[in-house]
């Protein structure tokens, strides 16, 4: 079994997790604005813990997204530093899918719609189906406002900070979605179970190929924040 370490600051979450052969360990905290400042220590009390050193493990996970632009960019640096100087792979966990695998892990749900709230009235959405107990996309990563997704006409359980707008969208929308569930995060401890699967079917890529996903435009995003 590969030792993996999984982090993730998309959110007001910050999280950290570890599975060395099987143990898995984790630290989860909801401390909006204190990534920068908390998640290395983190890390580092994890590991010391567990007695390993970051050269010692297989990979690093990370959360790339969608989510905060400034908290993705916060775990990217971090995961890629350590794995440069390491020199170990990367492996890069949608948040969306750790979400509907936290939902499918509690609830034993079978579709799963996940979303976060992308501020700019939009929100990040994905739907999964879980019956495999990984996900399986139904309805790929996007970003769009609330009006504007379109969900099958099937049941949905439905999770994230996105569905707070779940009454500014489409009556087919809200008709699909049977329990809507707000306080969801994504958490390294999900990633890394979606790691390990990746992981094993050779997606782990170098440092450098630790790509982000915003899903949405920055220029434009920085644009609109400034007005």
Not at 29 to 54: C, D, F, S, W, Y
Not at 160 to 177: E, H, K
Request: some cysteine.
């Amino acid at each position: 079994m590969p030792k993996i370490l999984a982090l993730d600051t998309s959110t007001d979450a910050c999280s950290v997790a570890l599975n060395l052969e099987g143990a898995i360990t984790e630290d989860f905290r909801v401390i909006p604005r204190q990534h920068t400042q908390q998640l290395l220590p983190m890390v580092q009390e994890l590991l010391a813990n567990a007695g390993v050193k970051v050269s010692e493990l297989d990979a690093i996970a990370f959360g790339r997204g969608p989510g905060s632009f400034a908290g993705i960019r916060i775990a990217t640096g971090v995961t890629q530093g350590l794995a440069y100087a390491a020199d170990i792979p990367v492996l890069p966990v949608s948040t969306l899918e750790a979400l509907a695998l936290a939902a499918h892990k509690k609830e034993s749900r079978d579709r799963v719609a996940a979303a976060l709230d992308a501020r700019m009235d939009e929100i990040y959405v994905a739907a999964y189906d879980m019956t495999s107990g990984m996900p399986e996309i139904i309805l790929a990563e996007q970003v769009c406002a609330p009006g504007d997704l379109a969900l099958e006409n099937v049941s949905y359980f439905a999770v994230g900070s996105g569905w707070r707008y779940l009454n500014d969208m489409s009556d087919l929308t809200q008709a699909s979605v049977t329990v809507a569930e707000e306080d969801y995060y994504p958490s390294a401890v999900d990633m890394l179970t979606l790691a390990e699967r990746d992981f094993e079917l050779g997606k782990a890529v170098t440092a450098d190929q630790a790509i982000p996903v915003y899903l949405r435009d920055e220029v434009a995003w920085k644009k609109k924040d400034q007005q």
